[in-house]
Structures are given as C-alpha cells and as structure tokens.
C-alpha cells in the first residue's frame, strides 16, 4: 500500500510541476495563468492534452514543438521531477504527521505546498529578479486564514511571525539603502518571509532568513572567485530564502541543537 501512495504523490508531483510551469512562464509576463490555453510561445500552436503529459511528453515529442519544431527547454521536465522528487520528500517526512481528520490536516498541507511553491519562485528570481506579488499576497493571506485552523501557529503567532519575517528583511533593506545609496532588498523577497512567517511563526522565519543568509553568502563568495558576479553585485536572494526554508523546516531545530551542544562542549566541557 506504501508503493501505490507513492506512486500517486508522484503522479500529483509531476502535475503539480507542470503547473508550476505555467506559473513560470506568466506570471513575470503578468498573463493570466488560465487564459489562454498551454500553447507554443514561438508559432502559438495550442498544445494538445496528450502533448501535455509532464515529463513523458517531452521525450515522446524529442524536446520540440510538434508544430514549429522550436526546441522545448530541458527546464520544463526538470521542475516536473524536481517538484515530483521533492512531493515525494514531503510525502515520506510528514505523513506520519496527518490526521484521519481532515480539517486538522489543512495548516500542514498549506505548508507543504509553500515548500513546493519554493520551485518556482526560485526559477523566476533566477530568471527575473522578482518574486510576483501574485504569488506571495496571496500566499501571506491563506497563512493568516488558516492559523485558525488545527496545527503549529495560533493566529497570534502567525501575525508575528508575518511582522517578524518581513520586518526583519524590510529593516535590513532600510538599512541598506542608507549605507549603499541603492535598494538591498527586493519587496518580493520582503513578502516571501512574512508569508513563511504567517505560515510558519517567528521561530522558523528566523531560521530561514538565518540559513538564507549563510547560503547566499557562501554563494557569492563562490560567485566572486568565478567572477561571475555582475557589475552591481547583485544575487537574487529568493533561491537562498527558498533553500533556507526548507533546512529550517526539515532540519532547523537538529541543527540548531547540534550547535548548541557543539559550542556548549566547546566552552564549559559539556556542562
């Protein structure tokens, strides 16, 4: 019975990703994610259903549009098996989470699918350098609704954890602006962390923005010795708060422990 529950969060998965494909594509554009239907972008042909198949389409259709021949990014199939990887990931960490009813099981889902929502927000500020206000507004506003609900965060700790999160990356960017004269944080990466900390409360947005930071430090110092880095210096931080919220969630308080063990050992001998 396990098996066949995986196959199906895998199934979900690959669909799952071949939306999060659409949202790629035009939310940065600012199209409608329902209108018109999937189609080519180069000759406008519309896709068929069974030209729509994640993952198995690509391959069938040899990465090219049936109609004009233009070649399909490699992309499309690899955010398909990454979001059906890491549903999968989800899948085998939290189930034993769930409840038989299903009404307490509305929080935790939500946060499952804000992890998966990390995909594409990591592809578009990568590709773009903006999270879409349509992806986190109403992302912040589902978290507040659904703090009422069963689950880890009381409404009172989603407000905080909203005002912790994005007051914390808004007050960074303030200061910011005053010692570099130029925006040092983006309004999409601002909204991101308050929704992660509507959703999740202030502990886990700490984290995130704790383990974000690190990874994106450690990013650009691998960026500068590459000299990959552009004329402004500028990295989207959105893959890196993306990142960090999933070591926060998967393995924040571990690693935070281990830490604390570490440096307790290190100064009063374990004591």
């Not at 992660?196 to 502990?203: E, F, N, S």
């Not at 500068?224 to 500028?234: F, S, V």
């Not at 931080?237 to 063990?261: E, I, N, Q, R």
């Amino acid at each position: 019975m396990e098996f066949i529950y995986s196959i199906f969060v895998v199934c979900f998965g690959l669909i799952l990703g071949s939306f999060f494909n659409v949202l790629i594509w035009r939310l940065p554009r600012h199209e409608s994610i329902v209108r018109p239907p999937s189609h080519c972008p180069r000759c406008n042909r519309p896709i068929r259903p069974w030209e729509n198949i994640p993952v198995a389409s690509y391959l069938l259709l040899g990465g090219k549009c049936k109609g004009c021949g233009q070649k399909i990014s490699l992309l499309y199939p690899f955010v398909e098996l990454a979001t059906a990887g890491t549903s999968l990931l989800l899948w085998h960490t939290v189930a034993a989470s769930c409840s038989s009813n299903w009404f307490h099981n509305v929080h935790l889902a939500l946060q499952c699918f804000t992890l998966l929502l990390m995909i594409p927000v990591t592809v578009i500020d990568i590709r773009h350098l903006i999270i879409p206000d349509a992806i986190t507004l109403p992302l912040l506003g589902a978290a507040l609704v659904v703090s009422f609900f069963p689950g880890d965060t009381t409404p009172f700790q989603s407000v905080a954890g909203g005002i912790v999160g994005g007051g914390t990356l808004f007050g960074i960017g303030w200061l910011g602006k005053i010692i570099f004269r130029k925006d040092a944080m983006g309004w999409g990466d601002i909204m991101l962390l308050a929704a992660v900390g509507a959703l999740w409360g202030p502990k886990v947005a700490l984290l995130t923005f704790f383990f974000g930071s690190l990874t994106a430090t450690l990013g650009a110092i691998i960026l500068a010795l590459l000299h990959r880095l552009n004329a402004d210096h500028y990295i989207p931080f959105g893959p890196f708060l993306a990142l960090g919220l999933w070591v926060a969630v998967l393995a924040g308080d571990l690693l935070v422990t281990s830490y604390m063990k570490f440096v307790s050992g290190l100064f009063f001998g374990g004591y």
